[in-house]
């Protein structure tokens, strides 16, 4: 088994909405980011990647590579899932903490849960998300923008418990 642990932070600029899950949330502002700023999809990419010993986003879609200007961050999962898969490894559980005044996540859970488990591949109930707000502190607090936090658990495909 491995655990992994992602974080992803990005402040609020123009915008109508932000991408949380691969589903577009309507807010009084976009996220100021190289591709679609997903913190959500982020972090958890960060997870998985950290998970398998294969560094982080950052490495495998660079911000200054212009082909991941605007990207889906789906896409991004998408490719950690192949990862996972290709090394032999499948998800037990990933657990999301959204950190953030706003926008809530209100219907839009599901939805978000519902795009992270298509994406990898597993049940819905391996994903969990939730949200809280820092109560006023920090940049965060003063809703200058949000971040998340994300951590999974990964097991050998074949059932075993190998760390290898």
């Known amino acids: 088994m491995r655990i992994g642990h992602g974080y992803d932070v990005h402040a609020f600029g123009p915008g109508a909405c932000v991408m949380l899950g691969g589903v577009q949330v309507p807010h009084d502002r976009g996220v100021v980011a190289h591709s679609d700023g997903d913190v959500l999809l982020h972090a958890l990419c960060d997870a998985l990647l ?4 294969a560094g982080d986003i950052g490495q495998h879609f660079p911000d200054s590579d212009p082909q991941w ?3 889906s961050s789906r896409v991004f999962l ?5 990862l996972l898969a290709a ?3 499948r998800l037990v559980n990933a657990d999301l903490t959204l ?3 706003a926008p809530r996540l209100g219907g839009h859970r599901t939805a978000m849960r519902g795009n992270i488990a298509a994406d990898l591949g597993v049940d819905i109930g391996r994903i969990n998300l939730k949200a809280t707000t820092c109560e006023g502190l920090g ?9 998340c936090h994300a951590v999974v658990l990964l097991r050998r495909a074949d059932g075993a418990g190998s760390a290898g």
Do not use: V
């Not at 940049?139 to 971040?147: D, H, N, T, V």
């Open 50 to 53: 950290g998970a398998l010993g």
């Open 69 to 71: 200007q605007g990207a």
């Open 78 to 82: 998408r490719h950690c899932a192949s």
């Open 87 to 89: 090394g032999g490894w």
């Open 99 to 101: 950190l953030a005044e």
């Open 139 to 147: 940049a965060l607090g003063r809703a200058e923008g949000l971040a």
